[in-house]
């Protein structure tokens, strides 16, 4: 069957008292045995049943079955947020003296567990220009605990080749964790891209409509240590687990997914070329465009789509400023992938909390906003977008 099927027909995994067309909210803390013998199973981990909601929940589970089924992975775990599924996945790897190799383009959430909670426990982070092949090799030694990395960058819209970073990291017997929140992974394969360990923050596209805020570890069973820590000891210690009715909304989230994103990727690529026209837009930067240096790479890569998050740059941070407040349609807001559409300036939001010389290295600019195209029309967008860069201050 197709992904759009798949999301849509996972079956239960057992008869529901009540014939329940949807996975019902199972809203409870704790669930009661028949025998002291069933218990002790369970708790053991000799039968994967649940027995405390913070570990194991059945509407939980149902969301990570139907992800398992869409990807191809050994195990997939739900967490409460993006950063959790994050969080959870590094700390199987990680521990005091190792060190994790990574971009130099990343989450500020991400560069911010590393460098600072993750820097207080004495593992350090080596943040590495990922075009460099060689540098990536030589930042690589014998206490580096994994590869971790983004797909497509944010703002920077930088690509990462994946098979080619995946061989490096396997060449030295470690995995290679990717952030794939930016494109579906209904589009694409990580796993046979080399991708190890896939982390997703399903708040951005899968919770349809910013329903709700969840994340994904995603295992393609190279590493059995993922799931023997997540699954025996970080679930039970870290306590992050998602919440059932987070993942009543997001299964409904996966339903739609396919058909949401085909007309969100169809709006930011229309767009795209649509705003290239306009003089006072000094840059478009969104990797579906034909003419963008990442294109050939993500086509090979993630397929025909390539998502609905672009960047513009205007003359300066005050044009930018003016052209939010007088956005009319699309919402000032941070987030990804709502149905709505959204603006925001990374430079004093996302990354404000950074230093000028911090986000220079970052290749954060003053001049940039950061759009995420939604499932309005196309041309109300486009419409508001240039009554908003020509509206005088
Ligand atoms: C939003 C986001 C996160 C964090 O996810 P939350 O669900 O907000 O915790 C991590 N990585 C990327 C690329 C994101 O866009």
Redesign the pocket.
Known sequence: MNKATIAIDTKLPRQDAYGAIAMPVYHTAAYEFETAKEMANAFCGRVLAPDYSRVMNPTVMYLEDKVKALTGATNVFAFC??????TNALLVFVEQGKNIVTSRH??G??VALMNRTFSRLGIETRSIDLLDLDAVRDAIDEHTACLYL?IV??PQMEVADLSALAEIAHERGIPLIA?T??IPFTQFSAKRLGVDVE??????YISGGATS???LVIDYGTFPVVNQRIRFELLFNVGSYMSPHAAYMQSLGLETLDARYRVQAQNALTLARKLKEVPEITQVNYIGLEDNPFHDLAVRQFGKTAGAMLTIDLADRKTCFNFIDHLQLIRRA???FDNKSLAIHPYSTIFGPFGGKQKAEMDVRDTTIRLSVGLEDVDDIFEDIVQAVRAIP
């Not at 947020?81 to 994050?86: F, V």
């Open positions: 947020s993006g950063m959790a599924a994050i990343l989450f959430n991400t983004e960058t944010n952030d929140t930016v982390v997703v923050s399903s708040t951005k805020l969840g994340g941070t987030n990804l």
